[in-house]
């Protein structure tokens, strides 16, 4: 496996000296990456307990060159890792690993910043979409798979950005709830599949909330009966057309 050397070093050290600040200003460059037996990828400093890392440039944190998935991990056990994908395809294909971190949340303003993540979400995963031309697509979500900590919740909002399609949400082992907002003027959020959370600590009665203005092609999973579903879908009548609510099956 190969590792970006400069990315694991904070740039800075800021709020009053418990968060990392990792400032990704170039485009990946392959003569940076060397080998390392042990790991690879953009690595928060876990001796802090928060981390800002912001992928400013084009390809800031994607490697376009040799097509390898580019690790971004939070902080092991960490509070707080906010992941801010600025420049054009400054995200795609990298693979984030929220390492049991309180919170997690991924910023997408590129365009193509957002293509082919996988997320491994532990504990709080929010995702937001900002941006005319930010997309959030063909993308992954897998929950409790190499951490400790259980999924609490996902929110993803991809109300004011371009499109938000062809994604999988696996968050069925969630402990309370998935919320998918995708009703914004131009907001697409077509062919993506969600499976809701099988059980919920949540007081609510739904623990799988989806609001949609353009959601062609969705398919929902729950084994929980209809109870457990807040499915909307506005702007017309075609906003959910030849979309596919399964109850009691097989979540597989």
Known sequence: SFIINVSSICTEIINDNNTCLI???NAFNPTSKEQNDDDDGIICNSSYSNCIISCSSTLSCSDNIYGQRINIKCPLNGNQCIINCIGSRSCRNTQIITN??????????????????????????????????????????YTNQYQSSLSSSIDINCENGEICTENEI?????????????????ADCSNTNIWCPMQSSSSSSSNCNIDCSFCRNMNVYTLNGLSSINWKCDNHKDSCSYSNLYCGQNMD
């Not at 910023?107 to 996988?118: E, F, S, V």
């Not at 968050?171 to 914004?184: A, E, P, W």
């Open 23 to 25: 400032n990704r200003i």
């Open 170 to 186: 696996f968050g069925q082992n969630i402990t309370d709830s998935i919320n998918f907002l995708c009703s914004g003027y131009n």
């Open 100 to 141: 049991n971190s309180t919170q997690t949340i991924i910023n997408i303003y590129g365009n193509n910043a957002g293509r082919d993540l996988i997320i491994y979400s532990s504990n709080y995963l929010q995702i937001n979409v900002n941006g005319e031309s930010a997309d959030f697509v063909q993308s992954k979500i």
